[in-house]
């Protein structure tokens, strides 16, 4: 791809997340994709699992974002998410990331996206996510609870 092909790429990715469309963004990872961030390790059709289960359950959701670069075959995005998280009294949630994402043959074969998990998990969880979000045993009984709740089984 050349760059011009990976902006226009991006466009369409992050322009389907705004619109919460988890169908064309699952469309555009490889078959043996891979996605990571600060709770998911995923591949393949767990990406489109995982999307279709945040965009399918998201209160209150948007999504801005700037096309940080765009090279041949990569590219990174800044991107924000603003939602309510949670059940019975959800909590607002703006969260802040970085994506890097790799192509081959026009599609995306990697995906990681950082962001700043303690931030998240003080907005997220409440005072359980602000005195524990930065320890490691925290971060990976979250990253277990997600998996379980895409009906996957554990890292």
């Not at 489109?48 to 359950?57: K, N, V």
């Not at 974002?65 to 309510?84: K, M, N, S």
């Amino acid at each position: 791809m050349t760059a011009e092909q990976t902006r226009s790429a991006l466009v369409r990715f992050y322009d389907a997340l705004a619109q919460r469309d988890a169908e064309t963004m699952a469309a555009m990872y490889a078959p043996d994709a891979r996605f990571e961030d600060a709770v998911f390790r995923l591949r393949g059709e767990e990406i489109a699992r995982m999307w279709r289960s945040l965009l399918g359950r998201a209160r209150e959701f948007s999504v801005t974002y700037t096309i940080a670069q765009a090279g041949p075959d990569r590219g990174a995005v800044e991107w924000t998410a603003r939602y309510l998280f949670g059940g019975r009294r959800p909590r607002r949630v703006v969260n802040v990331i970085l994506s890097e994402l790799r192509f081959e043959n026009g599609r995306i074969v990697e995906q990681t996206d950082r962001f700043d998990f303690p931030r998240w998990a003080a907005q997220a969880l409440g005072g359980p996510g602000r005195w524990f979000g930065r320890f490691g045993w925290f971060q990976r009984a979250v990253a277990r609870k997600a998996r379980r709740g895409l009906g996957l089984p554990p890292p």
